[in-house]
C-alpha cells in the first residue's frame, strides 16, 4: 500500500554530506512547522541537480535574495535526533506555486505503482530555496578536489589520470 505524507510548508530544510569525501552519502531533512521531520538519502548527481534546478526556477521568476536582518532570521535548528520518515529516494520531482512564490518538491522512495511505497509532498518559499541552493552548493564542493586534466575526482594519494593514459599519478 502506497503512503503519502504531505509535510505541507516547511519550517526547515536543508542538504548534507555523511562520511568522507569520496564515501559520502547525501540527504535533505525537511521538517514542517508541527515537527515533522523527513529524511531523504540521495545520489550526489541528484543533489546537484536538485541545486541546479532550484537556481533555474529563481532565476525565471526573477528572484532577487535580500539577506534577513539578524533579528528577523529564523532560529536555527537543532540537529535532529529521530525522523519520522527516512527513505532513500527513488523519484524526485520539482514543481512550483508562482502564486505564492513556492517550491513544490514531491519525493518517492520507488514507483507510483509500487505497492509498499513511500512519498512525501512538500514546499518552501524562494528564500529557503535560494539558502537551500547555496547549501546544495556548499556541499558538493566540500568533497574530493578535480583533477585539472579530466576533471574526475581525486582521492588523497591522487588518482590515475586517463589524460595521462593512467601511466602518471596525478596529486
Request: proline share 6%; with cysteine; aromatic share 6%.
Amino acid at each position: 500500500m502506497a503512503r503519502t505524507h504531505d509535510l505541507g510548508r516547511l519550517f526547515h530544510i536543508s542538504a548534507e554530506a555523511i562520511g568522507e569525501p569520496g564515501r559520502r552519502r547525501f540527504r535533505l531533512c525537511a521538517v514542517n512547522a508541527a515537527g515533522f521531520a523527513a529524511s531523504m538519502w540521495l545520489e550526489k548527481e541528484q543533489l546537484s541537480a536538485l541545486g541546479d534546478a532550484i537556481e533555474t526556477v529563481l532565476a525565471d521568476e526573477g528572484y532577487e535574495y535580500v539577506p534577513l536582518p539578524p533579528d528577523d532570521a529564523p532560529a536555527r535548528l537543532a540537529d535532529i535526533e529521530s525522523f519520522d520518515v527516512d527513505i532513500r529516494l527513488a523519484q524526485l520531482s520539482m514543481g512550483v506555486n508562482a502564486e505564492e512564490r513556492h517550491i513544490v518538491l514531491i519525493a518517492a522512495d520507488g514507483p507510483a505503482d509500487a505497492d509498499e511505497t513511500t512519498g512525501l509532498t512538500m514546499e518552501f518559499d524562494y528564500r529557503r530555496g535560494y539558502e537551500l541552493r547555496q547549501q546544495i552548493a556548499a556541499v558538493i564542493a566540500a568533497g574530493r578536489p578535480l583533477c585539472p586534466l579530466c576533471t574526475a575526482p581525486m582521492d588523497p594519494g591522487g588518482h590515475m589520470c586517463v589524460r595521462r593514459n593512467g601511466h602518471h599519478r596525478e596529486e
